[in-house]
């Protein structure tokens, strides 16, 4: 089987047999990467705590037929430990992972913007540089938008008037003026369309230091509507707000 090596976080794990594990991995290079990793979950394993969710590892795969297989992984960004000290850090990166796995349904798609949009997000929970809401809701916003679904906030999606912007309709594209608002589109504030705008845009200054359960609710709709499944774990912020 041909090896190849990578550098990767890890989404998410599921149990296999009595002792092994398959880990999905996004990797720098290859995409999304599902393999199995053999006596993960002995006591004594090898891999350790390395190929745990949040966690950065360098690993060396073989290819197989229809999952890969992890030989060696090295940690190279201990996140999962900082991040699962704090709950809303937990839920928030929880959510992305969710997301990242549900965006990007080809395995070894190369997809370094989201690897990097991923890494990046990561680390600004386990270093608490911003309040987990904010990371989260800014990053599921900022991967859709990298997957073509980018809501328009500016101004109107019917008309493309840019200023009496008063409501946003997930299944329409964005925002809306109050003569073309549409059946099903939610009225939003003035701060409401700043707070939605920042988060797309990760501009942590504009963001406000409180969530709003409205633009929380758009944020989640949006992903949902345009993925065309739910996120579970996004749904788990709602408790934390």
């Not at 394993?45 to 229809?66: H, I, K, N, Q, Y």
């Not at 913007?113 to 900022?142: D, F, K, M, N, T």
């Not at 840019?162 to 109050?178: E, I, K, P, Q, W």
Request: contains cysteine; proline residues 3%; hydrophobic residues 40%.
């Amino acid at each position: 089987m041909p090896l190849y090596s990578d550098e990767g976080i890890v989404l998410r794990t599921a149990k296999l047999g009595e002792t092994d594990r398959i880990i999905t991995l996004l990797t720098r290079n290859h995409g999304k990467v599902r393999a199995v990793a053999s006596g993960a979950r002995r006591v004594k394993s090898r891999f350790g705590a390395r190929l745990e969710p949040f966690m950065r590892d360098s690993v060396l795969c073989a290819t197989g037929r229809s999952l890969d297989h992890v030989s060696q992984a090295v940690c190279t960004g201990a996140y999962a430990r900082p991040i699962t000290a704090d709950y809303g850090s937990y839920l928030a990166a929880s959510a992305m992972c969710e997301t990242t796995d549900k965006l990007l349904d080809t395995e070894h798609e190369p997809a370094p913007a989201h690897y990097q949009l991923l890494l990046g997000a990561l680390i600004a929970l386990a270093q608490r540089r911003h309040q987990p809401w904010q990371i989260g809701e800014s990053y599921v916003l900022r991967a859709m938008t990298l997957a073509g679904w980018r809501p328009r906030l500016s101004s109107c999606v019917v008309c493309g008037r840019a200023d009496g912007l008063t409501s946003f309709s997930v299944r329409l594209g964005g925002a809306l003026c109050r003569s073309d608002r549409a059946a099903g589109a939610v009225e939003l504030t003035e701060a409401q369309f700043v707070q939605l705008q920042a988060l797309s845009l990760g501009d942590w200054d504009r963001c406000g230091g409180r969530r709003d359960a409205c633009v929380a609710a758009l944020v989640e709709e949006w992903a949902q509507y345009y993925l065309e499944r739910p996120l579970w774990s996004l749904r788990l912020l709602d408790y934390e707000t």
